[in-house]
Each structure stands twice: as structure tokens, then as C-alpha cells.
């Protein structure tokens, strides 16, 4: 049964969660619904046209050029402001520290450097495993997990950007930390982005039959009509 609130117009319900905190930008939203009313009723494809629908939401103002409206450039603004707030607070890294008196002389609010709901999310590129523990991207077992030829070399940026688009977000505690097999490709340590991404392997058994991925408290799945399922059932 729907909560009380989800009955109020898309543009707030969506804009405020039942505590009245602000989840997403009001421009966000206003480019969400305009991406939806363009596709005319047609399905979003998951998780194959997520990414890239996201991509568009997201556009920045290099991206949008002359279609760019004020409630974008205003977004830009408070962005810029947010990331210029974030620098300030942030670790540097090894080689930019000569001195470790600026680490511990700071008072950091920790509410003020906190992200929205999605802080602690993964990309989880689902995977799909067979018995010789070789690793395909699609469960006919027809498209094999790619990597460079040599260890010195990078994906190309094709390989990578089909990556992604497979990929779904979910919370980063999804996945156990310390669990090898959802760890990226050694020989992706020199790819931007898809160094970053996690396994997400299913089990594919003689019969051609999909099991799930199975970690301490729960089981994950791609269904190919639903998403990530997630089921806690254990």
C-alpha cells in the first residue's frame, strides 16, 4: 500500500522525502520528467539505458550548450559552491602533504560534508560465471568479460562506456568489502572508471539455469524485467 505522501504531484513527491528533507534538485526532476515525456510511454530499458539516462539528466553546462535553462545555470552554481566547500575539507593526498598540522587543525562539521542518499553506492556490473571460471557479460554466455592484452595497456574507451551502460547502482554495503570475486580485473587497475566498478557474479550451471549472488545476509539477482532484486529470505 503507498504511503499518504506518494499521492502528491511527481514534482514534490519526489523533491521531499515523509521528514521533509530535500532528495533531489528541482532541476533534476524538471529533466527527468522532460526525459520521460520525450520517450512518449516507451520502456526504459534496465539496466542497459539507466546509465545513459542518467548521464543526461545529469548534463552539465558544457553538455546542455544553448539549451541550457536558469534553473541549470543556478544548479551549476550551488554545485560549484558544494564542491568548493568539499576541497576544503578533504584529505589531499600522500604527496601533497609536507606538513600534518593542516590534517588535525580543522573543525569539520561532519552534517555539512555528508552527500544525499546515494553517499555509500557501488556501479555493480553483473557478470554471469560458468563452471570453467570463465566470466561473460550476457547469461547466453556468448559476450566474454574483457580485458587488455597486456597488463601496461587500458580498455578502450568503447569497452568502457559499453561497461558501464550494463552496470546498476546500488548501496555500497551491498557487496562484502573483503570478496574477491566481486573485485574488478587486475588488468583494469590502469582504466579510469572501470577500476571503480564491482563483480556482480551469477552462477550459470550446465542447464544453462542463473542462480544469484549470495553474500552473508542476503542474495542479489539481475532480473531482466524488475532489476536488482535484492532478497534478505535467509
Same mark, same amino acid.
Given at each position: 500500500?503507498?504511503?499518504?505522501?506518494?499521492?502528491?504531484?511527481? %514534482?514534490?513527491?519526489?523533491? !521531499?522525502?515523509?521528514?521533509?528533507?530535500?532528495?533531489?534538485?528541482?532541476?533534476?526532476?524538471?529533466?527527468?520528467?522532460?526525459?520521460?515525456?520525450? !520517450?512518449?510511454?516507451?520502456?526504459?530499458?534496465?539496466?542497459?539505458?539507466?546509465?545513459?539516462?542518467?548521464?543526461?539528466?545529469?548534463?552539465?553546462?558544457?553538455?546542455?550548450?544553448?539549451?541550457?535553462?536558469?534553473?541549470?545555470?543556478?544548479?551549476?552554481?550551488?554545485?560549484?559552491? +558544494?564542491?568548493?566547500?568539499?576541497?576544503?575539507? %578533504?584529505?589531499?593526498?600522500?604527496? +601533497?602533504?609536507?606538513?600534518?598540522?593542516?590534517?588535525?587543525?580543522?573543525?569539520?562539521?561532519?552534517?555539512?560534508?555528508?552527500?544525499?542518499?546515494?553517499?555509500? @553506492?557501488?556501479?555493480?556490473?553483473?557478470?554471469?560465471?560458468?563452471?570453467?571460471?570463465?566470466?561473460?557479460?550476457?547469461?547466453?554466455?556468448?559476450?566474454?568479460?574483457?580485458?587488455?592484452?597486456?597488463?601496461? +595497456?587500458?580498455?578502450? !574507451?568503447?569497452?568502457?562506456?559499453?561497461?558501464?551502460?550494463?552496470?546498476?547502482?546500488?548501496?555500497?554495503?551491498?557487496?562484502?568489502?573483503?570478496?574477491?570475486?566481486?573485485?574488478?580485473?587486475?588488468?583494469?587497475?590502469?582504466?579510469?572508471?572501470?577500476?571503480?566498478?564491482?563483480?556482480?557474479?551469477?552462477?550459470?550451471?550446465?542447464?544453462? @539455469?542463473?542462480?544469484?549472488?549470495?553474500?552473508?545476509?542476503?542474495?542479489?539477482?539481475?532480473?531482466?524485467?524488475?532489476?536488482?532484486?535484492?532478497?534478505?529470505?535467509?
Amino acid at each position: 500500500m503507498r504511503p499518504a505522501w506518494w499521492s502528491a504531484p511527481p %514534482a514534490d513527491r519526489y523533491r !521531499r522525502r515523509p521528514g521533509g528533507g530535500k532528495v533531489y534538485d528541482a532541476t533534476l526532476l524538471r529533466r527527468t520528467r522532460e526525459l520521460l515525456a520525450d !520517450r512518449a510511454g516507451q520502456p526504459l530499458d534496465v539496466p542497459g539505458e539507466v546509465a545513459e539516462a542518467i548521464e543526461t539528466i545529469y548534463a552539465d553546462l558544457n553538455d546542455l550548450a544553448d539549451q541550457a535553462l536558469a534553473d541549470d545555470r543556478q544548479r551549476a552554481v550551488r554545485e560549484t559552491a +558544494q564542491a568548493a566547500a568539499a576541497d576544503a575539507v %578533504a584529505i589531499p593526498a600522500p604527496h +601533497q602533504v609536507t606538513d600534518l598540522y593542516p590534517l588535525t587543525d580543522r573543525e569539520i562539521d561532519p552534517a555539512a560534508v555528508t552527500t544525499r542518499l546515494s553517499a555509500d @553506492s557501488e556501479r555493480l556490473l553483473p557478470l554471469y560465471t560458468t563452471a570453467d571460471g570463465r566470466r561473460w557479460l550476457d547469461p547466453e554466455c556468448s559476450q566474454p568479460l574483457q580485458v587488455p592484452s597486456a597488463p601496461q +595497456q587500458c580498455l578502450d !574507451r568503447d569497452t568502457v562506456a559499453r561497461l558501464v551502460r550494463l552496470t546498476v547502482q546500488a548501496p555500497g554495503s551491498y557487496l562484502p568489502h573483503d570478496d574477491q570475486h566481486t573485485f574488478p580485473p587486475k588488468e583494469w587497475e590502469r582504466t579510469p572508471t572501470a577500476r571503480d566498478l564491482r563483480l556482480l557474479p551469477h552462477p550459470v550451471a550446465r542447464d544453462g @539455469s542463473i542462480g544469484a549472488y549470495e553474500a552473508p545476509r542476503h542474495t542479489l539477482r539481475l532480473d531482466p524485467e524488475l532489476g536488482l532484486v535484492r532478497s534478505t529470505g535467509r
